[in-house]
């Protein structure tokens, strides 16, 4: 009679197999929303604030000059600081829109990842499953044979 607790056993693997992929994909669906939130953030508010706070310290930068008496003149030092000013400042952007990029990236790929992993728990639950359903089948055909030769029910 150890058919039927393979059949119910294979049939459990199946239907948890199937939860757990269910799970992850909605696991999977969660971290491609935030993907999303995340970029939305940081195009919406968080790059235009960097903009603008760098925009006030080069601001803040060109007063300090301006108080100072110095000649802001191209090719002369404070000239040539304001441009490495400007330098910074395109490279903090840059660099906030590939750490963004990155994490965006991130989360999109850790998504990809949870949809497989629960394509694998699906497949194993299958193949559980399978594995259980010809178990009793061996049995079914072990416990009719021996009926067959003994000339009974053998269980």
Same mark, same amino acid.
């Given at each position: 009679?150890? %058919?039927i607790g393979d059949i119910l056993g294979g049939? =459990? @693997?199946s239907r948890l197999g199937r939860y757990n992929q269910s799970v992850a994909n909605e696991q999977a669906k969660i971290d491609a929303k935030k993907a999303e939130v995340r970029k939305k953030i940081y195009q919406n508010i968080e790059r235009p604030k960097l903009i603008k706070d760098l925009d006030t310290a080069y601001a #803040? %930068? &060109?007063v300090s000059v301006f108080k100072s008496g110095v000649e802001f003149r191209p090719g002369e030092t404070s000239g040539i600081v @304001? /441009?490495?000013n400007k330098q910074n400042i395109i490279n903090e952007i840059a660099m906030a829109d590939y750490n963004n990029t990155v994490a965006v990236n991130d989360l999109k790929n850790q !998504?990809?990842?949870l949809m497989a992993r629960g394509e694998g728990e699906r497949f &194993? =639950? #299958?193949? *559980?499953k *399978? @594995? !259980?359903y010809a178990k009793a089948a061996g049995s079914l055909l072990t416990m009719g044979y021996n009926s067959n030769k003994y000339g009974? /029910?053998?269980l």
């Amino acid at each position: 009679m150890s %058919f039927i607790g393979d059949i119910l056993g294979g049939y =459990g @693997a199946s239907r948890l197999g199937r939860y757990n992929q269910s799970v992850a994909n909605e696991q999977a669906k969660i971290d491609a929303k935030k993907a999303e939130v995340r970029k939305k953030i940081y195009q919406n508010i968080e790059r235009p604030k960097l903009i603008k706070d760098l925009d006030t310290a080069y601001a #803040d %930068f &060109k007063v300090s000059v301006f108080k100072s008496g110095v000649e802001f003149r191209p090719g002369e030092t404070s000239g040539i600081v @304001a /441009l490495r000013n400007k330098q910074n400042i395109i490279n903090e952007i840059a660099m906030a829109d590939y750490n963004n990029t990155v994490a965006v990236n991130d989360l999109k790929n850790q !998504s990809i990842l949870l949809m497989a992993r629960g394509e694998g728990e699906r497949f &194993k =639950g #299958d193949m *559980t499953k *399978t @594995a !259980s359903y010809a178990k009793a089948a061996g049995s079914l055909l072990t416990m009719g044979y021996n009926s067959n030769k003994y000339g009974r /029910l053998v269980l």
